[in-house]
């Protein structure tokens, strides 16, 4: 019996120390390895987020939540950038979950006899500011969006540079300012002046010309932030605790102050002052200048229109970023989120109709913003007429965000919203730099699927006519429908010397 019991303890001794080694390699690869930022912030551990994950797909029907039913982004919309992100395309298999009975569902209206192959093209480039010094050519129409150094790391901020340089497409600077991480791949830069102009303000915090200036010559224009998405009629408010010495430089403020910015511009009380300082910008830097707002009703778009060509064309903007009140990254107050401010299928269509019966539409570009994650969401908005579409939160996915909803509180597992040096390792800026280029890359590729599928040459082709809205079940009707075109009408004129 003593030999027996002998044996017993050896082999539990045995089995335990292969289970520790086990244990210590996972560890090794865990830390060592760069693709994934929980495996390498939480080793061994992390990777029950991922077994989790897998068996959830087949589970989750007998224990989870339909994987169409979470917020603010569900797991299958997740799932789609994940894939993306890392090269494996938008394959799946059994069909769709995408419940297409549900009211205010996009179908995309197929041809019969799509283009082949040979016949399809590239959306040409298109050029935002065509009147002003230095026009910018933007290559392709899916961007990435306003996301601040401060509100997210220095590792995300490169990754996303490097990634928006190798996909061609431009990023946002968001209200923070410009940073050395910004410019560091020569991605092309839209610089964003919140309300408290950070980057290019002087000690009162008023607009400084030669500060403009300076910027206007690293950047490819300029974007004036009314309002956004997650807080209408709020400012931006970043923690103290995340006002480090280079964010305060970079924004000119004081370090370990939280940086508050007022609800709105303190000189911008109407549209003709929106107007005069977006002529400003123009003319001090040769670079396109457009405003981003969230719309609460068609009253500002007419008279902002009014004003236009009350004041003559060389004032208007030369884009206009149409924010959804379900928008927005940074921390809000929810009941700004929950119940402030147009849904993007709501306003985009007020915005671009306006612009249409004030004779503008040629004049001015039209970005739409909010939620627009996949290839699907981005084709609907350049039928409804947007020239292009950008995202933050779905860049956000790419680098591997998993909806943990912590972005305000500086504790990010995976590095992108955080300063905290130990959650900022697990994000390394090449490999999630290859995700967010890949993630790019993906979106304009399958808009332009969804054209070839409607018959069309390349996605610039584009109109209300190529999409349904589902009313009820078995019935939908034509965007083109709901939203009729809209011509301009009659300018008295005066109005037609001053568009002239």
């Not at 693709?35 to 077994?51: D, E, Q």
């Not at 309300?195 to 009162?204: C, E, H, I, S």
């Not at 300076?214 to 309002?227: M, N, P, Q, T």
Request: proline residues 5%; contains cysteine.
């Amino acid at each position: 019996m003593e030999n027996i019991a002998d044996w017993i303890v050896i082999g539990i001794a045995v089995v335990a120390a292969i289970i520790l080694f086990v244990i210590i390699v996972m560890y090794i690869q865990d830390v060592s390895q760069t693709s994934h930022a929980i495996r390498r912030n939480y080793p061994v551990i992390g990777r029950l987020r991922y077994r989790f994950e897998s068996l959830g797909e087949y589970f989750r029907q007998y224990f989870f939540a339909h994987d169409r039913q979470e917020q603010p982004f569900n797991r299958a919309s997740r799932a789609w950038v994940y894939r993306t992100a890392k090269g494996l395309g938008g394959l799946v298999g059994f069909g769709s979950t995408n419940n297409i009975q549900d009211g205010g569902s996009v179908i995309f209206v197929n041809s019969s006899f799509p283009l082949l192959e040979e016949e399809k093209t590239e959306p040409p480039p298109k050029v935002i500011g065509p009147h002003c010094r230095y026009p910018f050519e933007a290559k392709n129409r899916f961007n990435l969006s306003g996301m601040s150094f401060g509100a997210i790391s220095k590792p995300a901020v490169r990754a996303l540079s490097k990634g928006a340089a190798e996909a061609g497409i431009w990023m946002n600077t968001g209200e923070g300012g410009i940073s050395p991480y910004h410019e560091e791949f020569g991605a092309d830069i839209i610089f964003q002046i919140g309300t408290a102009k950070y980057g290019v303000r002087d000690q009162d915090g008023n607009l400084d010309p030669e500060k403009l200036k300076a910027v206007g010559k690293r950047v490819k224009a300029f974007e004036i932030k009314l309002s956004q998405g997650a807080k209408p009629g709020r400012g931006g408010v970043l923690p103290a605790k995340k006002v480090t010495a280079e964010i305060a430089a970079i924004r000119g403020i004081k370090q370990g102050e939280i940086s508050s910015s007022p609800n709105r511009h303190r000189d911008i009380n109407n549209c003709d002052d929106l107007l005069i300082m977006i002529h400003t910008i123009r003319e001090l830097t040769g670079r396109p200048v457009g405003f981003k707002s969230v719309f609460g009703s068609e009253q500002f778009p007419q008279e902002l229109c009014e004003a236009i060509h009350r004041k003559g064309m060389e004032f208007a903007p030369d884009f206009i970023t149409v924010d959804g009140g379900e928008g927005g990254t940074g921390a809000a107050p929810q009941v700004l989120i929950d119940h402030v401010g147009l849904s993007l299928k709501e306003s985009l269509p007020i915005v671009v109709d306006t612009l249409c019966k004030y004779n503008l539409r040629d004049r001015i570009r039209v970005i739409a913003s909010g939620k627009l994650v996949t290839s699907g969401n981005v084709a609907w908005a350049l039928c409804m007429g947007a020239d292009f579409a950008v995202s933050a939160r779905g860049f956000m996915f790419s680098l591997g965000c998993i909806q943990s909803l912590q972005c305000h509180l500086d504790t990010c597992p995976t590095g992108i919203t955080t300063h905290n040096k130990r959650f900022q390792k697990g994000l390394v800026v090449h490999d999630k730099a290859e995700r967010v280029a890949k993630y790019a890359h993906w979106v304009n590729h399958e808009i332009n699927v969804i054209a070839h599928s409607c018959g069309l040459k390349n996605a610039g082709e584009f109109t209300r006519k190529h999409v349904r809205i589902l009313q009820k079940p078995g019935h939908s009707i034509s965007l083109e429908q709901l939203y009729p075109e809209v011509t301009a009408s009659p300018l008295s004129k005066e109005s037609k010397k001053r568009s002239a």
